[in-house]
């Protein structure tokens, strides 16, 4: 058996288990089948001081193919990632990056960018250095998504690049080293380090804790991996550190993978189980970004509302989940820990001048709890992501949803009866597995009935391991697909327009972001409801010292009276600067 196939194997036995102080694989080094050539190239430490015992016969005295199957039992974890041993084929010196500079690119979701601090985080207490500037990098790192077909050929497209601005790499520097880290790592391993040996390394979403020693390995000239999913990793003692110094807000990762196993849907796959952070964690973290002074954070998770922290024993009592009215799961009902209503209120707490918000919800998990407090709490935003997938019953079925058409425009009323003046964003596929032409019409008569304020529309995209992979077939026509998703995209705008209209008039708090992209004289930033808000950059009274004139930083909130919408952006003109307490009088 070829090695890369021997550890494959054996990743796969491992899939869901727990990720040990030593959990990695390395490709090509398998003890079992094979062994390092001789001519392996040294290690950095050789290079250096030449004191250190050949790397090659190191690594080939590494783990064996049991070491393997032993890893799959639970340790204790670590308190911090300083806190491992090296591995016995890495000295500490060789884990270090020796001010090696990385270039990180991130592609995809908002979980991706959180992952890209984290990534960072880690790198910068191994002793890298980060640039921007991609001619001077020694390591390119792309965090990645499989989300869709189309987001992993930018990627492939990418590496195409990037391979060509290694061949041209000079022989003074240090080699090039190119990695894959995230969703895609995770989905197509031996694919992407086979192809045309472009990549060096892969680190899947669980695995950054492991990227110094991964890159260490490719320094010698070996292709590394680490594609293990975890049970209990959610990098809680890990600060992410901002890669937009300049930001005003920031993304909280509160819980890391997903149960739902939606029949579409890649990323329980990619990104494993469900597994909340402690509380106590989130909340250190959102203390920190305040005293930086961010104004805004995102909590964010795949299915962040069925948020669950059983990190305190005295809060696990035999209490089950409160689901949406209407609503099911693919799962067995959880019990006991604190959930994200808890979670919300103290988030909330931490600064009555920093904004709220929270993505990637699942309609089945909004009891009343939840909207009472975003209705109650004036720095939670009242904006809530609503994903419905499909306006079909039929469909949903198929995409193992959880509800009927029925059930979720019942939650889309009480809602908005919870909370007057709500907006609304959602999600919708074209073109799913068995989609009549009936049930396009369906989903174009949800999108007229609710009338969101904000959609994210696409073509259906077979995934490989989902359920619809092995139970479904692709049937609808390409052009069919894109065809549907014209349609939906151009009846969304029009209602879009209707529900963004209605802005027209009013006066809205606005937190500013910098200038608009598309004009010198303005300003940009979002209201409450997620919507770009556009203004001329011009003086204004400051409420907090009145008669003086100022004009906006980035930071600020502003109140800025709305003149026109469109279906993406309100345009108006600043009346002045404040704060989120006292802009609640005025909105």
Same mark, same amino acid.
């Given at each position: 058996?070829?090695?890369?196939?021997?550890?494959?194997?054996?990743?796969?036995?491992?899939?869901?288990?727990?990720?040990?102080?030593?959990?990695?694989?390395?490709?090509?080094?398998?003890?079992?089948?094979?062994?390092?050539?001789?001519?392996?190239?040294?290690?950095?430490?050789?290079?250096?001081?030449?004191?250190?015992?050949?790397?090659?016969? =190191?690594?080939?005295?590494? !783990?064996?193919?049991?070491?393997?199957?032993?890893?799959?039992?639970?340790?204790? /974890? !670590?308190?911090?990632?300083?806190?491992?041993?090296?591995?016995?084929?890495?000295?500490?010196?060789?884990?270090?990056?020796?001010?090696?500079?990385?270039?990180?690119?991130?592609?995809?979701?908002?979980?991706?960018?959180?992952?890209?601090?984290?990534?960072?985080?880690?790198?910068?207490?191994?002793?890298?250095?980060?640039?921007?500037?991609?001619?001077?990098?020694?390591?390119?790192?792309?965090?990645?998504?499989?989300?869709?077909?189309?987001?992993?050929?930018?990627?492939?497209?990418?590496?195409?690049?990037?391979?060509? &601005?290694?061949?041209?790499?000079?022989?003074?520097?240090?080699?090039?080293?190119?990695?894959?880290?995230?969703?895609?790592?995770?989905?197509?391993?031996?694919?992407?380090?086979?192809?045309?040996?472009?990549?060096?390394?892969?680190?899947?979403?669980?695995?950054?804790?492991? +990227?110094?020693?991964?890159?260490?390995?490719?320094?010698?000239?070996?292709?590394?991996?680490?594609?293990?999913?975890?049970?209990?990793?959610?990098?809680?003692?890990?600060? !992410?550190?901002?890669?937009?110094?300049?930001?005003?807000?920031?993304?909280?990762?509160?819980?890391?993978?997903?149960?739902?196993?939606?029949?579409?849907?890649?990323?329980?796959?990619?990104?494993?189980?469900?597994?909340? =952070?402690?509380?106590?964690?989130?909340?250190?973290?959102?203390?920190?970004?305040?005293?930086?002074?961010?104004?805004?954070?995102?909590?964010?998770?795949?299915?962040?509302?069925?948020?669950?922290?059983?990190?305190?024993?005295?809060?696990?009592?035999?209490?089950?989940?409160?689901?949406?009215?209407?609503?099911?799961?693919?799962?067995?009902?959880?019990?006991?820990?604190?959930?994200?209503?808890?979670?919300?209120?103290?988030?909330?707490?931490?600064?009555?001048?920093?904004?709220?918000?929270?993505?990637?919800?699942?309609?089945?998990?909004?009891?009343?709890?939840?909207?009472?407090?975003?209705?109650? =709490?004036?720095?939670?935003?009242?904006?809530?992501?609503?994903?419905?997938?499909?306006?079909?019953?039929?469909?949903?079925?198929?995409?193992?949803?959880?509800?009927?058409?029925?059930?979720?425009?019942?939650?889309?009323?009480?809602?908005?009866?919870?909370?007057?003046?709500?907006? &609304?964003?959602?999600?919708?596929?074209?073109?799913?597995?068995?989609?009549?032409?009936?049930?396009?019409?369906?989903?174009?008569?949800?999108?007229?009935?609710?009338? %969101?304020?904000?959609?994210?529309?696409?073509?259906?995209?077979?995934?490989?391991?989902?359920?619809?992979?092995?139970?479904?077939?692709?049937?609808?026509?390409?052009?069919?697909?894109? =065809?549907? +998703?014209?349609?939906?995209?151009?009846?969304?705008?029009?209602?879009?327009?209707?529900?963004?209209?209605?802005?027209?008039?009013?006066?809205?708090?606005?937190?500013?972001?910098?200038?608009?992209?598309?004009?010198?004289?303005?300003?940009?930033?979002?209201?409450?409801?997620?919507?770009?808000?556009?203004?001329?950059?011009?003086?204004?009274?400051?409420?907090?010292?009145?008669?003086?004139?100022?004009?906006?930083?980035?930071?600020? %909130?502003? &109140?800025? /009276?709305?003149?026109?919408?469109?279906?993406?952006?309100?345009?108006?003109?600043?009346?002045?600067?404040?704060? &989120?307490?006292?802009?609640?009088?005025?909105?």
């Amino acid at each position: 058996m070829h090695p890369l196939q021997c550890i494959l194997r054996v990743q796969r036995s491992l899939r869901w288990e727990p990720l040990t102080s030593v959990s990695w694989l390395l490709f090509k080094t398998c003890k079992a089948h094979s062994t390092l050539p001789s001519t392996a190239c040294p290690s950095p430490g050789q290079q250096e001081d030449g004191v250190h015992k050949d790397f090659s016969s =190191r690594l080939a005295t590494g !783990p064996t193919f049991q070491h393997f199957l032993r890893a799959s039992a639970p340790q204790e /974890k !670590p308190s911090s990632p300083e806190a491992e041993d090296p591995p016995p084929y890495l000295t500490v010196d060789e884990l270090l990056g020796r001010q090696r500079k990385v270039y990180l690119e991130t592609y995809g979701c908002q979980m991706n960018v959180n992952d890209t601090e984290i990534a960072w985080s880690i790198l910068q207490k191994s002793g890298y250095l980060r640039t921007s500037n991609l001619q001077e990098a020694d390591v390119i790192l792309l965090v990645t998504c499989s989300i869709r077909e189309k987001a992993e050929q930018t990627i492939w497209n990418r590496l195409h690049q990037l391979k060509a &601005l290694k061949t041209k790499r000079s022989r003074s520097r240090v080699p090039l080293r190119i990695g894959i880290l995230g969703c895609m790592a995770e989905r197509l391993k031996e694919e992407i380090l086979n192809k045309e040996k472009m990549v060096d390394l892969l680190a899947g979403p669980d695995a950054y804790r492991d +990227l110094p020693r991964l890159l260490a390995v490719a320094e010698s000239g070996q292709q590394a991996a680490n594609v293990l999913l975890s049970l209990e990793e959610t990098y809680a003692d890990v600060m !992410p550190v901002q890669t937009n110094p300049s930001a005003t807000s920031a993304f909280v990762s509160i819980m890391r993978g997903c149960d739902n196993m939606c029949s579409y849907c890649i990323v329980p796959f990619t990104r494993g189980r469900e597994r909340s =952070r402690p509380i106590a964690s989130i909340l250190e973290e959102v203390r920190k970004l305040s005293e930086q002074g961010l104004k805004e954070v995102t909590l964010l998770g795949q299915n962040v509302n069925s948020f669950r922290d059983n990190s305190e024993i005295q809060f696990n009592s035999a209490v089950p989940t409160n689901l949406s009215r209407g609503f099911t799961t693919n799962y067995k009902t959880k019990q006991g820990g604190l959930r994200f209503s808890h979670l919300l209120d103290q988030v909330s707490r931490v600064d009555p001048e920093m904004r709220i918000r929270f993505t990637s919800p699942h309609p089945k998990d909004f009891p009343d709890e939840v909207l009472q407090l975003i209705h109650e =709490r004036g720095n939670i935003c009242k904006q809530i992501h609503l994903p419905a997938q499909s306006g079909s019953s039929r469909v949903l079925d198929a995409m193992r949803r959880g509800y009927s058409r029925e059930a979720y425009v019942e939650l889309v009323h009480h809602i908005r009866e919870s909370i007057p003046g709500v907006s &609304l964003s959602s999600d919708f596929i074209a073109g799913f597995c068995g989609e009549t032409e009936e049930d396009h019409l369906q989903t174009v008569s949800l999108l007229r009935e609710v009338q %969101y304020n904000m959609g994210f529309l696409f073509a259906y995209s077979m995934r490989q391991k989902t359920r619809a992979y092995h139970r479904l077939k692709d049937d609808v026509p390409e052009e069919v697909k894109l =065809r549907r +998703l014209e349609e939906l995209i151009t009846v969304f705008r029009e209602e879009a327009s209707k529900a963004n209209g209605t802005c027209v008039g009013s006066t809205q708090l606005v937190l500013v972001e910098g200038p608009s992209k598309r004009s010198a004289t303005d300003l940009c930033g979002r209201n409450d409801g997620n919507l770009k808000v556009i203004f001329p950059d011009a003086e204004m009274e400051d409420t907090a010292n009145p008669g003086l004139r100022v004009r906006a930083q980035p930071g600020d %909130y502003v &109140l800025v /009276k709305i003149t026109s919408a469109s279906s993406q952006t309100l345009k108006g003109h600043v009346l002045c600067r404040t704060t &989120l307490k006292d802009s609640l009088a005025h909105c």
